[in-house]
């Protein structure tokens, strides 16, 4: 147990420093800020949870002695809680019969971590919702003047001078659109962030030989099919007026990143076996990182495989005749 501890802490003060990074306001924090749960993972899965909390409550406290409670707080939901129970979650596992004379175990779907990363990224924006309003008008109008002194800052007007942006572009616009669209973006890169520090804290465990569970075919992922329920009922909502809707557009931005990784899983599987099969998931991959939008097809492919089974329905069509 003092094994873990000390992995915790050290753990816990490398994922401090990576989210205390931010507040020195150049460009290279910004990545160091997103990695903050990495440490944590790692612990998680090369230790043991208890590890993975451990650095939590060591990297929280840590930046709240330092910089005070609202860090702590931003630790604990961006990093600390969601790092240790991906952890957890990808660790666990439960007997699944005997093979010859060994136990199998099965380990918690690849597909459900994804879930559970897109919810836990939802809910650090929902929580965070309340400390610029209660409301929908309170909330825009404090998300709306803390975006402006953001700009101030950056472009570096004095806070008496009027606002102005390069190229004449009209501040007050500019200013409405990125408050209608951060929300559903902060969830986006949430959820991207769980996913991509869960890859790599996966991938360097089992590069050093800890990783007990076996590494996941992600092809063969699968969501449950409440979850597409779930993510219609999100969208419908999101149409509401009021901080009702802007929850809902948060969820449903989320579960459509989890919605686009399930439909680069199911790309994956349906084109095992075709020749020009490298040539169509590059395309894919760079149409969508210059592209974004078009990850909303991906979505669609991913909603449809869970309703529908598109994987299944494609490995039993026939292939040509055989060439007598």
């Known amino acids: 147990m003092i094994h873990f501890a000390l992995i915790g802490i050290g753990a816990g003060a490398a994922a401090g420093l990576l989210f205390a990074s931010v507040t ?81 175990l099965e380990w918690y779907p690849t597909g459900r971590l994804v879930m559970w990363a897109a919810i836990l990224a939802a809910l650090v924006v929902i929580v965070a919702i309340p400390s610029l309003g209660t409301d929908g ?42 408050v209608s669209v951060v929300p559903a973006v902060a969830a986006l890169l949430a959820t991207l ?43 419908g909502l999101s149409f509401a007026s009021g901080l009702l809707g802007i929850v809902a557009g948060v969820l449903s931005a989320s579960l459509l990143m989890a919605y686009g990784v399930l439909g680069f899983a199911v790309l994956h599987s349906i084109t095992q076996g075709l020749s020009s099969r490298p040539y169509l998931l590059a395309g894919t991959y760079l149409a969508v990182l210059m592209i974004g939008w078009l990850i909303l097809a991906l979505c669609l492919l991913g909603a449809l495989d869970t309703l529908i089974d598109v994987r299944a329905r494609i490995s039993r069509k026939p292939g040509p005749p055989a060439v007598p």
């Not at 604990?76 to 010859?100: K, S, T």
């Open 24 to 104: 020195s306001g150049t460009l290279l924090s910004i990545p160091l800020f997103y990695l903050a749960p990495l440490p944590i993972m790692i612990a998680g899965l090369g230790w043991s949870h208890w590890a993975a909390l451990t650095a939590a409550l060591t990297g929280a406290l840590a930046l709240g002695l330092v910089f005070g409670a609202v860090f702590l707080f931003a630790f604990l939901a961006g990093a600390g809680v969601p790092g240790w129970w991906l952890a957890y979650l990808a660790m666990l596992a439960r007997p699944a019969g005997v093979n010859g004379h060994e136990r199998s």
């Open 137 to 178: 008008e309170s909330f825009r109008a404090g998300l709306h003047d803390a975006l402006a002194r953001m700009l101030q800052i950056q472009i570096g007007t004095p806070t008496d001078a009027p606002l102005t942006l390069p190229g004449g572009t009209d501040p007050e616009r500019f200013i409405n659109f990125l």
């Open 193 to 235: 962030t769980n996913l991509i520090n869960l890859w790599l804290a996966g991938r360097v465990v089992r590069f050093s030989g800890r990783l007990a569970r076996p590494w996941p075919h992600i092809s063969a992922m699968r969501f449950p099919p409440a979850l597409t329920a779930a993510l219609a009922i999100a969208i």
